[in-house]
């Protein structure tokens, strides 16, 4: 008898994947540890990420937010000064290094960063640049809000028990000087662009591999209990500054991403992988879930992303729609200097 005669249907391509009618594939993530419905969730990481948090509200999971909206501030506005997105008003935090940053900060506060960008008279914060995107009044005001996030985000982190976090790109801009990591390219969304002190670097295997361990060891040491689901954003990149086509560009991100991710997951005990990009990239599948752009997920692709997470948790029946609410990407405006 050899290895491959008592592997589960799941385990071969034909019965696994070709022949599931519909392309309704089976078993496609078995959780390795339980989440149940009062256990607090926290959600962070790239665009398509922010779907989580809205899914697990309007499924009665119990999503923790620990940094609140003010109240007076219409809903409408929510959105456009980063609350409701994630668990925390960081913006997207599109790689592992970036989350090791913002850990970093929420545990050693004397090493936030003081660096604010001034234009036209308001001032902007480099490391959350869709946060209060018109600025605010004054460089004392950007720090002291980076603070609370930060200070959010270790209350998150210490009274979690499961840290959903999503990585999306690779290609991370850092300031030459402070080595201090940006979540967009200076100049793109806010301040200015400096070739002198800002620079491209493109975060390879082992790099994003080292930030995350780092990164869940920053967890663990505050919150044993705590476990880390990982997943990948399907949505590809929207411009490269490598030189490479951008499809390239992109597959090479997600491979990295999906591999130093997998990696991760099989050596560290309370982790796992949720497989959102495995289902949604499939090329073979039946159905595509990406838009006329080829980039955008569509509600579909969403909805399916979201069936699979709660039925692999257990959770029969009929999922609540996630909804469209508004998704906000600091990556997005790049299209804007692409030409037709």
């Avoid at 869940?216 to 476990?227: A, G, Q, S, V, Y």
Wanted: aromatic share 10%; glycine share 8%.
């Amino acid at each position: 008898m050899h290895p491959y005669e008592d592997l589960r249907a799941t385990a071969f391509w034909k019965p696994g994947v070709a022949e599931p009618e519909g392309g309704e594939i089976a078993d496609l993530w078995i959780p390795r540890f339980e989440i149940h419905r009062g256990d607090a969730i926290v959600t962070a990481g790239s665009c398509f990420a922010q779907n989580l948090g809205r899914a697990l509200r309007n499924n009665n999971m119990n999503w923790l937010v620990t940094e609140t909206p003010p109240k007076g501030l219409p809903r409408s506005l929510h959105a456009a000064n980063g609350y409701g997105l994630f668990s925390f008003r960081t913006g997207n935090i599109y790689s592992p290094v970036l989350l090791h940053q913002w850990l970093v900060w929420a545990f050693d506060p004397a090493r936030i960063s003081d660096e604010v960008w001034q234009d036209g008279g308001r001032f902007f914060d480099p490391f959350r640049p869709s946060v209060r995107s018109t600025g605010f009044d004054s460089a004392e005001e950007v720090i002291a809000s980076r603070a609370a996030t930060a200070r959010a985000v270790r209350e998150a982190v210490l009274q979690a028990k499961v840290f959903i976090y999503t990585p999306g790109l690779t290609e991370t801009w850092v300031n030459t000087q402070s080595r201090e990591i940006y979540p967009a390219c200076p100049g793109t969304v806010c301040g200015l662009f400096d070739p002198a002190m800002h620079r491209c670097v493109n975060v390879g295997f082992q790099a994003g591999k080292d930030a995350l361990v780092k990164a869940f060891e920053i967890m663990k040491t505050h919150n044993p209990e705590i476990k880390l689901l990982l997943t990948v954003s399907p949505v590809p990149i929207t411009a490269t500054v490598t030189g490479s086509h951008v499809l390239q560009a992109s597959t090479y991100t997600k491979s990295v991403l999906r591999a130093l991710v997998g990696e991760f997951v099989a050596a560290t005990p309370d982790t796992d992988y949720f497989p959102s990009y495995d289902l949604v990239s499939a090329a073979m599948l039946p159905e595509s879930y990406f838009d006329e752009n080829r980039r955008t997920i569509t509600p579909q692709g969403v909805e399916k992303v979201m069936q699979k997470f709660f039925e692999g948790l257990g959770h029969a029946g009929r999922i609540v729609p996630t909804g469209q609410g508004e998704i906000v990407c600091e990556d997005e405006i790049l299209s804007f200097y692409g030409k037709s």
